[in-house]
């Protein structure tokens, strides 16, 4: 792909383009979207719709397709809405949605006004279901069979029906009120025999998720079972679309994404790539958070500034203020982070918040025996520090790193309860929170240790 | 299976086991396995051998596939080694060396005195595949055709032998020597008239993967073509397996999971869930990057205690060394984290470093003059410490932010140049060097702006 990308440059420069559409074709669909994009950020909006207007018919639905929705933005300004159109008529229905979605309103306007009353309805309708749910994610190219069809003229059906199908290797069997009966393998129905009933081979105890379903729940499924398609029914059991696993691998991926940033304290509601988001974007994505956390850092600025009277009197105090807040913050993240990702994995329920905590307090209190040990005796010895102070931080060591284990548990735990994300509740708030915790501890410790008031 | 796992949980007690098996079977596998997991934790490995050897010959080894590793070593030291192998021949060939490569390594050699050499020696070769490589991922059971065979003919094999294979959907053709020369999906087969030639319905631009390949690439590949299966070969282009999407959703799954435990600084090497891991190995997990960071954050206060004199003059400026620090930490772990999920999606490469630097610098400079002039603003407003002060400050956040960012930008880059896994660049890391830095910085400046000498 990379020969050939580079070799499309050099042709493009020559103005060669009958080699150009020799070059590209060589390539896969997916290789061809890759090119077209380079060539998009590279060279500009008219020379990717020129490369894109070269494509047969047939090949341009997939390429654009795979073609991020920016790319697809741009593409769809460059041609007619008769060309649109056709593009859209070959998608299968779950992408055209996906590209409906992305498109500007009076676009989608227009190529509405084109199609047939009963298609345009259809879309409305998924265009309205909410953006994470398991009706914005399906399709409604599936094979329904009948139950009282023989294996041959199930087979028949697929030869005739299956290549316009997002899979023919799951079929779904309905009565006449499209009520959900059972689901049959393509598998099945090609080692069977020709004369036996579908009904004798459908599984009757299939799993199907409801339209308003959040894709999440869907992917738990996907993974626990490794379906290659799951049945979407609504409230009266009728099957109204299929979800397939290659939509669900890029649900798992954009969640997983999402729990990255957010755990970072990034807040982005695109699912651009991080070079093609802006300046600007990338700014408003951070600061939010930065300036929350700053009113965080300026209270423990403040809790210190009421300490300032023993600091002066004792500044060696000072000194081991970076190592508690750092490992409270260290300790926490650890914490937080198993929890958070075990949660998401559906590994940890809220009901584990026992077993979670008793497990953390055991495992803190022997981290935090084993540092406050090897802060004592380094204060001690490296130092050469009064006991009294090696006393003050190591003590202040084992209970910061006890709480913080603790809250990065809790904290998660919490927020799911109270239906907040929990990946919010990640190494930017549990350190701003053990930062004031520990100094607080530290110098209340500090005062009473050391027998120094206030 | 709540509900079921509650009755079954009664019937144990009443010593009910007819019936516990009767609702046992009730269930699916995958929730059979859970089950017995369930009991395994809660009862004892005696009751869940017990429940296992309800189950039907065929049933049982599609539950024991699904069991977690754990749990399978405690059924098979419950059982006998005949019943173990009777499991084996059951199972698919992958999950059948997913199960020997755990179990121990006296058990794996009774298992494998009973088998014929030829299985024998195939599973030595499987066994011996590096653990996150192609090869250790992939099975034996694939369709395989000839080119000459007409579509009837390839139906009707796959009729005979299609209920033994890990998959039928993509089938694969070879010549005599078994090199790989096509592939063609059953729905091809299907939808195509049964006269018609396998060599003029298959790919010959098919995208394979060699048995050494890492696993993450292969992933990367099912990610952008969406594949049910992709063939496995090696160096002489001789088809040995394939790999199906089921077993690259684990290894995604594996893969996110060790990056979210390494830039939490908890080095995992079990894939066992949270709950599963006992106290003792959690803290064996956690301890080394603590005291790794431990020392770091000694150093930070190292370099503090140098500067006693002039903080014990200037006792103010001790307060906004959390803000510095935790603000440093907090921005360059939003630039880190985006950097290394970005490079583990692919979407930025080593080549990009110009281009994500540029980018971090010109962010951090406009967010560091925000940060800036809201605590300059503060600090004289709320505070009403002198100008110098608020300066010292302002000045030290703006270079701190700018230095993070754009070192949370360039230390994962740099890890993955130097083969180094870019998650271990992450918060614990980028805040213990933003630590050391910013205290640097802002001490180096309050001496010079304040005009104190040290």
Redesign the interface.
């Known amino acids: 792909m990379e020969r050939s990308l580079e070799i499309i440059f050099e042709l493009i420069e020559e103005k060669k383009y009958a080699l150009v559409r020799e070059e590209l074709l060589e390539n896969?669909e997916?290789d061809i979207a890759e090119i077209i994009e380079e060539i998009n950020d590279e060279l500009g909006t008219e020379k990717s719709v020129i490369l894109f207007r070269m494509l047969p018919k047939d090949i341009s639905a997939v390429v654009f397709a795979y073609l991020s929705s920016d790319c697809q933005v741009d593409i769809v300004s460059g041609i007619t809405v008769k060309e649109v159109q056709n593009i859209m008529e070959e998608m299968s229905f779950d992408d055209m949605i996906d590209v409906l979605e992305e498109l500007p309103a009076n676009v989608v306007d227009r190529i509405l006004m084109r199609t047939d009353k009963e298609t345009r309805k259809l879309i409305n309708q998924f265009l309205n279901y909410p953006e994470s749910s398991a009706g914005s994610l399906m399709t409604i190219d599936y094979i329904g069979l009948k139950k009282e069809m023989k294996v041959r003229d199930a087979?028949q059906y697929?030869?005739?029906h299956?290549?316009d199908q997002e899979t023919?290797?799951t079929c779904y069997v309905m009565d006449g009120e499209r009520h959900l009966q059972g689901i049959v393998s393509?598998?099945t129905l090609?080692?069977s025999e020709s004369y036996e009933l579908v009904k004798d081979l459908m599984h009757e105890?299939f799993i199907s998720v409801n339209v308003m379903d959040d894709q999440e729940e869907v992917a738990q499924l996907?993974?626990?079972?490794?379906f290659?398609a799951l049945p979407v029914v609504d409230k009266e059991n009728r099957l109204v679309g299929i979800i397939t696993?290659?939509d669900i691998?890029d649900v798992?991926?954009e969640e997983?994404?999402e729990?990255?940033?957010r755990?970072?304290?990034?807040m982005d509601d695109s699912d651009k790539?991080?070079?093609d988001i802006s300046?600007m974007k990338?700014?408003k994505n951070?600061?939010p958070?930065?300036?929350l956390?700053?009113v965080?850092?300026?209270i423990?600025?403040?809790i210190?500034?009421r300490f300032?009277l023993l600091?002066?009197q004792a500044?060696?105090l000072?000194?081991?203020?970076?190592?508690l807040?750092?490992?409270g913050?260290?300790?926490g993240?650890?914490s937080?982070?198993?929890?958070?990702?075990?949660m998401s994995?559906g590994?940890?329920e809220l009901k584990?918040v026992g077993?979670?905590l008793w497990?953390e307090f055991?495992?803190s209190a022997?981290?935090g025996i084993?540092?406050a040990v090897?802060?004592f005796g380094?204060i001690m010895l490296i130092?050469g520090e009064t006991m009294l102070v090696a006393l003050t931080v190591s003590i202040s060591i084992l209970i910061v790193v006890v709480f913080a284990k603790l809250i990065g548990g809790l904290l998660p735990m919490a927020a799911k309860k109270m239906k907040i994300d929990p990946a919010l509740m990640a190494?930017?708030m549990i350190?701003?929170i053990t930062?004031m915790v520990s100094?607080v501890i530290y110098l209340i410790l500090a005062t009473m240790i050391m027998g120094i008031t206030l």
Request: proline share 2%; with cysteine.
């Open positions: 896969n997916a087979l697929i030869k005739i299956g290549m023919v290797y393509l598998r090609v080692v105890d996907f993974k626990k079972y490794d290659l696993f290659d691998m798992i991926e997983t994404t729990d990255f940033e755990m970072a304290g990034v790539e991080y070079l300046v990338h700014i951070r600061v958070w930065l300036c956390l700053t965080s850092l300026m423990t600025g403040a210190i500034a300032e600091l002066s500044i060696a000072v000194a081991y203020m970076p190592l807040m750092g490992t913050g260290n300790t993240t650890q937080a982070t198993l929890i958070i990702r075990g994995l590994e940890i584990d077993k979670v497990k055991r495992i022997v981290i084993v540092l090897i802060n380094k130092d190494t930017p350190s701003s930062d100094v």
